[in-house]
C-alpha cells in the first residue's frame, strides 16, 4: 500500500528562480503535467528530484547563488542523481570552465564555455537544430531552439559528451551524466522534450 502512494507522488521540479526566465520553465512544466516549484533559498530545494537552471544573466546569477548559500545544496542533488538541466546562462553556471576569466559557479559539467559567442548579426536567432536523444534508446532528434546572446561550448572534456552541434560545427548542447547544459532556451519555442525527459528521468532518480 505505500509502495502504491510512493508510486503516485509525482517527482517535484525545481526551477532556480532568482532571475531570468523561470516563469516560462514553470510554463512549461505545467503543459507537460509536471509539477513545478521555485526556488530561491537553500530550503526550497528540500524533496526536489530534478532542476532547471533557466537562462538570464549569469554574472547576476552567480552573485545571488553565492550570497544565498545555494551552491553547495545543487551540488549536493547532483551528486545524489538527480537529473539538472541548465539552459543558456545556466549552462554556464554548470561549466567547470569560462572563457575569458570568470571563475566557474558549479562545476558540474566538464566543459568550457564561451558567453555570447554569436556575433551582433546572430545575437538572438531561432533555428531547426539536431540533437541527439537524452534517452538511452534514442536516436537523433531535430528540435526548435531559440538562441538569445547564447554561450557556445568550445569544448567538452573526457566526462562530458557533445549532444547538440549547430551546422557550423559549434557545440550548442552537452552532458555529463545526469547534468545537460544547453546554449539555447526551448522553453520559448514551445519545445517540450527535454523538460519531459528531466521529469522521466526524476521520476527514475527517485524510485533508484
Ligand atoms: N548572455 C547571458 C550571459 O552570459 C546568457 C543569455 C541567456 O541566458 N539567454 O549570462
Known sequence: MAGAL???????????????DFREHLDT?????AVGREIRLPADLDGVDG????GGESTAMRKLYVRWGLVAPIKALATRGAPILGTCAGAILLATKIADGDEPVLSLLDMEVRRNAFGRQLDSFETELKMQSLKASGGPTTLRAVFIRAPEI?????????????????IVAARQGNVVGISFHP???G???????????A???RRG
Do not use: C, F, N, Y
Open 6 to 20: 510512493r508510486r503516485k507522488r509525482q517527482p517535484v521540479i525545481g526551477v532556480m528562480a532568482v532571475q531570468g
Open 29 to 33: 512544466l505545467d503543459a507537460v503535467g
Open 51 to 54: 532542476l532547471i537552471l533557466p
Open 154 to 170: 568550445l569544448r567538452v572534456g573526457p566526462a562530458a559528451s557533445v549532444v547538440a552541434q549547430l551546422e557550423g560545427g559549434e
Open 187 to 189: 522553453e520559448i519555442a
Open 191 to 201: 519545445e517540450t522534450r527535454l523538460h519531459r525527459w528531466l521529469v522521466e528521468q
Open 203 to 205: 521520476a527514475t532518480a
